[in-house]
């Protein structure tokens, strides 16, 4: 089975915001919440270079690791989704991911922040698929429809991939011999620790 991966390659990312448009349109994600966002950095200077950031739906996800209550799961793709049934909103899963990926919907006193929320590949998430349940709580299962993510669809420069893993490591390669050099495989390394690398 297919092993799903996003792959953002900065050297071709021209910061539209296209992908997070595309995100918040499609699952009409809460205001304050963007399950993707795109980063620049060095702005301005020599070296810029712009990242399209969400979850990166780790191989060993940190998320999952520290959740005390367990409602991160992995399914049968390599997707990382979560249940808002069971989420506390305690924050750990905040503070393990190193792509800043879980968030709260609301920003009040402690406790009062609610279900964390986070990107699901498109996905879905536990409740049957294709129901109005399982849109109101985690937005449109594109992955079920047969379809990638939007965020990566809509992506002009094609800057944002998203798919089985082998087949963009394979598209990435070719860009790199293309171009003579590769450096834009932004978090690969470490979302996907021990497979195949870019």
Same mark, same amino acid.
């Given at each position: ?11 071709? +990312?021209?910061?539209? %915001? ?23 950095? %060095? ?18 996800? =940190?998320?999952?690791?520290? +959740? =005390? ?17 069971? +989420?506390? *909103? ?9 792509? *800043? ?37 985690? &937005? ?10 939007? +965020? ?12 089985? &893993? ?33």
């Amino acid at each position: 089975m297919a092993r799903m991966k996003f792959l953002c390659d900065s050297d071709r +990312c021209i910061e539209c %915001n296209a992908c997070v448009t595309a995100c918040k349109n499609e699952h009409e994600v809460p205001w304050g919440i963007n399950r993707r966002r795109v980063v620049t950095l %060095n702005d301005g200077m020599p070296g810029e270079k712009s990242i399209s950031m969400a979850c990166m739906h780790c191989t060993d996800a =940190p998320c999952a690791a520290v +959740c =005390p209550v367990d409602c991160f799961y992995t399914t049968a793709d390599g997707v990382v989704l979560h249940s808002k049934e069971l +989420c506390i *909103g305690c924050g750990y899963c905040f503070y393990a991911c190193p792509f *800043g990926a879980p968030q709260y919907p609301n920003t009040t006193n402690f406790g009062g922040r609610g279900k964390m929320d986070k990107c699901t590949f498109c996905a879905g998430g536990p409740e049957e698929d294709m129901t109005m349940v399982e849109y109101h709580g985690y &937005g449109t299962n594109r992955l079920a429809e047969g379809k990638l993510p939007l +965020c990566a669809e809509m992506c002009s420069t094609r800057a944002l991939l998203a798919g089985d &893993g082998d087949i963009i490591a394979d598209i990435y390669k070719e860009r790199v011999v293309r171009r003579g050099y590769g450096s834009g495989a932004w978090g690969w390394s470490t979302a996907y620790k021990n497979d195949r690398a870019v």
